[in-house]
């Protein structure tokens, strides 16, 4: 069993403040990173656009996550902390597809699919860093456990769930990064194949590791346990059919590969 103490405040360069902040900080860092690596490749990159599409996509987030949140508790929607990753990525997703609509006028999907496939791309840092700060912040109550990586945590040894899905989100990153190239090669036969491929196969990927994790969580929220429906909780339903919606698209996708095709160069 590995030690472990909640981290209620977090200090960096000297500057205090609750672990909530500086994750956000830390994981928007990270994803416009990952997004101005890959248009900076692009002969149509605009360094002056990056501004206007994560204030979008970041206020979609942060509404987004803040609603869903409010739902599933019943908190206020003015309170600072308190976030929920499902509501996170569909308001990221509302809030990059007003950007491409309403300012940058697309209307050509194509054009929607390789820009949130290049934000895609830095979604499985996301889930690393916000889960890394729902270690340390003591969110997330994970089932008793007698392995040696078990933390002591409410009167017992568990699991460290929060752990497994900060985990989870890095392989998701790194398996992401490996089999959709920029550029197919001899050598290499990974690589993009049609538009919005990359953010399905993150969905896909994230809804199956989450999926198999909640069987090890007892509550997402202090003082909270959670309610079981035919033997699943609310998150694994809702993985469930995301992960079935999905897998349909992606399946028809292939099957219709070489008549419907959008590169990552498709205006």
């Not at 069987?215 to 079981?228: P, S, T």
Request: glycine share 8%; with cysteine; charged share 15%.
């Amino acid at each position: 069993m590995l030690p472990y103490t909640r981290l209620n405040n977090i200090e960096i360069f000297g500057v205090p403040g609750g672990v909530e902040p500086w994750v956000w900080i830390l994981w928007a860092i990270a994803l416009i990173w990952v997004y101005v690596h890959y248009s900076k490749k692009e002969e149509d990159y605009n360094p002056k656009d990056n501004f206007k599409l994560f204030s979008f996509v970041f206020l979609g987030i942060l509404i987004g996550g803040k609603i869903w949140y409010s739902i599933v508790t019943g908190s206020t929607l003015f309170s600072i902390n308190g976030y929920v990753s499902f509501g996170m990525f569909l308001g990221g997703a509302l809030g990059l597809i007003s950007y491409l609509l309403f300012v940058k006028k697309a209307r050509n999907l194509c054009s929607i699919t390789r820009e949130g496939d290049k934000i895609a791309l830095g979604a499985g840092l996301v889930v690393f860093i916000i889960r890394i700060g729902c270690f340390l912040d003591g969110h997330m109550l994970g089932k008793v456990s007698n392995l040696p990586w078990s933390i002591y945590k409410a009167g017992a040894s568990r699991h460290p769930v929060a752990l497994y899905l900060a985990l989870s989100g890095l392989l998701i990153f790194f398996v992401l990064l490996f089999f959709f190239r920029e550029k197919k090669t001899d050598k290499n036969k990974f690589g993009k194949r049609f538009g919005a491929e990359v953010g399905l196969w993150f969905l896909l990927l994230y809804c199956f590791n989450r999926f198999w994790i909640e069987f090890l969580v007892i509550a997402h929220y202090d003082n909270d346990i959670e309610n079981i429906y035919l033997g699943l909780n609310p998150s694994q339903w809702i993985t469930l059919v995301i992960f079935i919606f999905i897998f349909i698209i992606i399946y028809s996708s292939y099957i219709k590969i070489k008549k419907n095709t959008c590169s990552l160069t498709s205006k």
